[in-house]
């Protein structure tokens, strides 16, 4: 199976199973966490680290620049460079795509849905208001989980060792962002497929390669 069989393949699963995700098992688990006092506890520790994104892709953006410079001097292009450079602009690039993602599905996150006791208050909230402008509406895809993919996800492709410590930090942002009620598990995974397929098409991009299965 070519990379670009398993990429589409990747991509048409995910689509298959956001949808179901988002009307039963998203609801399910934000009102659990809520019920269950993990989402405050989960919430208070890492509510901090959730607004690290903004100052992050304005040094992504400087690095790139600069990285660019670099390249113009006529320096050779080495793995050292190119990597960073990947990462920089995956991370802009699952930036802007989130937006306009946002803004065509226009969905309401857990606190646009639940309240703190973990009651349903506004269920409409809960469906895709398509279309409509992002708005309040501004949680899928998740751009926290989009950001982390598309870093990762040139790092796991240039970096192939350490892909076992890739893994857990997706796994431990992932598990923040909805155990927080951050995000609803849905939005998380979207937000994972944008960044992971940012980050898969920058990386070939660059010329690293992919061989079949």
Not at 181 to 198: E, I, K, M, T
Request: proline share 4%.
């Amino acid at each position: 199976m070519s990379a670009l069989t398993r990429w589409l393949a990747g991509l048409l699963l995910v689509t298959i199973l956001i949808f179901p995700i988002s009307q039963d098992l998203d609801l399910w688990l934000a009102k659990w966490t809520a019920k269950a006092g993990v989402a405050a506890y989960v919430h208070g520790i890492f509510v901090y680290s959730t607004r690290m994104l903004d100052p992050l892709v304005l040094v992504a953006l400087v690095a790139f620049l600069a990285l660019g410079v670099r390249a113009l001097s006529g320096r050779p292009l080495t793995k050292s460079y190119t990597a960073p450079q990947g990462c920089c602009f995956a991370l802009v690039m699952a930036e802007q795509i989130k937006d306009v993602l946002k803004g065509i599905f226009s969905h309401g996150g857990p606190s646009e849905v639940i309240d703190s006791n973990g009651m349903v208050a506004h269920p409409a909230n809960l469906k895709f208001h398509w279309l409509s402008g992002a708005g309040s509406f501004n949680s899928f895809p998740s751009g926290h989980m989009g950001a982390v993919a598309a870093l990762l996800s040139v790092l796991w492709l240039f970096y192939p060792r350490a892909r076992y410590l890739y893994a857990g930090l997706g796994l431990l942002v992932a598990a923040m962002l909805v155990l927080g009620n951050f995000h609803f598990l849905s939005d998380v995974l979207a937000g994972a497929c944008v960044g992971g397929s940012v980050g898969l098409l920058t990386a070939v991009s660059l010329g690293v390669r992919i061989g079949p299965f």
